[in-house]
């Protein structure tokens, strides 16, 4: 069994966090840091549950949980500067990044992510892949994040195909649900991605 290209496919479009960037230990070392800021110890299956969604989500749930006297988007503030800085630690996934250049030129290729503009770029470039995508929708781009299709529907009609002819490559249950929603071909990349024993620690 190997990833591939679906035979019908006239465009592609891949997840961010976890797909082409093996961002989340970069992700989890960065709310660790604000853990120790604020006293409490991160859980790491919040990141299993809420990958895909925006930033600010997953600070509401931080304040929530840990019941904290801050708010979500200062939170949210420190995280993103944190993780830009950390920009360099950044690994890509080799198994899509593969698939995406041995597509360039061929089939339009776009990035659909729950990630803010500016991450998603701050990440494109710290992996040098940015200049293989045709387009990029990111969290601030849709007002109906995944699991609801409306990122990926987007990017289907930037590159102007029609989504039952997008294959998106996934690797959280939030985006699958999307790009299924969206009637589009989907890829579920865990079972092929050695990402580290981070996951299992």
Not at 76 to 87: A, E, G, I, N, P
Not at 137 to 153: I, N, Q, R
Request: charged share 25%.
């Amino acid at each position: 069994m190997e990833l591939r290209v679906h035979p019908d496919a006239r465009a592609l479009i891949f997840d961010l966090d976890g797909t082409l960037s093996n961002s989340l230990p970069v992700h989890i070392a960065t709310w660790n840091k604000i853990g120790d800021l604020y006293g409490f110890k991160f859980d790491p299956q919040i990141l299993m549950e809420l990958t895909g969604r925006p930033t600010l989500e997953f600070a509401e749930r931080i304040v929530e949980q840990y019941q904290l006297k801050v708010t979500p988007e200062e939170i949210v503030k420190l995280k993103q500067q944190s993780f830009w800085d950390s920009s360099q630690l950044l690994k890509p996934v080799e198994e899509i990044i593969a698939i995406v250049k041995a597509y360039h030129n061929k089939l339009p290729m776009s990035v659909g992510t729950g990630a803010s503009r500016r991450s998603a770029e701050v990440q494109l470039k710290a992996l040098d892949i940015a200049r293989y995508f045709d387009f990029i929708v990111s969290a601030e781009d849709v007002t109906k994040h995944k699991p609801e299709p409306e990122t990926f529907l987007e990017c289907a009609r930037l590159m102007q195909v029609e989504p039952a002819l997008c294959q998106v490559y996934e690797d959280g249950d939030l985006g699958i649900s999307a790009a299924k929603k969206a009637g589009m071909m989907v890829t579920d990349v865990r079972p092929f991605i050695k990402y580290g024993e981070w996951m299992h620690s």
